[in-house]
């Protein structure tokens, strides 16, 4: 908890960007996953952040529903998870008149869960359920296009777990996040009165 409010107390305000661009013709989602992070479950994180171009469209991390034997079946699932909400986001832009018709680009840097997507049928990974293995059908359609990254250049890295700054500030410029130090001027203001709490905050940190 205080490694959230030192980081909060150094950037209190992030500010997302979206700047005029080519027309897109289909989305690009990063994904990610961390084995068997729950210390008490041994649950994995999915993690995913969809972008229109550079836009930043949807970002998720969120515990898994079923408990992962390896850490490529757990970076699987998290691709299943963001093939689904990639589907979701193309649903919305349809019904507003957008259409990408452009194959969506799914990015992890596991080869192991690349390789199962790739391919048809469960092979010798026979425990995973059978409800994930919709992403084959799709990926062979056509409709998503698996690619590599390496763990540095996925900007779905810092969702899963604990990163530096400098790794935190690479994937925040990579969704146009900019963090300011300022007050947006609609932001209510400070309590005057409540000031030597947040300085007395302050020291604890």
Known sequence: MKRVLRYLMGAPRAVLHFEYQQR???LVTWTDSDFAGCDKTRK?????????????IKSWSTNQA????????????????AGSQSIG???IAHDMGIRLDGPTILKSDASAAIGIGNRVGSGKVRHIEVTQLWLQDKVSQKVFVLEKVSTDDNLADALT???????IQYHLEGVMIEIRHDRHPLAPELDKEGGGAEDKLHDEL
Request: charged share 15%; no cysteine; net charge positive.
């Open 66 to 81: 079923v408990i992962a034997l390896s850490s490529g079946e757990s970076e699987y699932y998290a691709l299943v998870k």
């Open 89 to 91: 986001v193309k649903a």
């Open 24 to 26: 897109q013709t289909g």
């Open 44 to 56: 994995s994180t999915s993690a995913g952040a969809i972008q229109f171009g550079r836009h930043l």
């Open 161 to 167: 777990k604990g990163v530096d700054a400098s790794a």
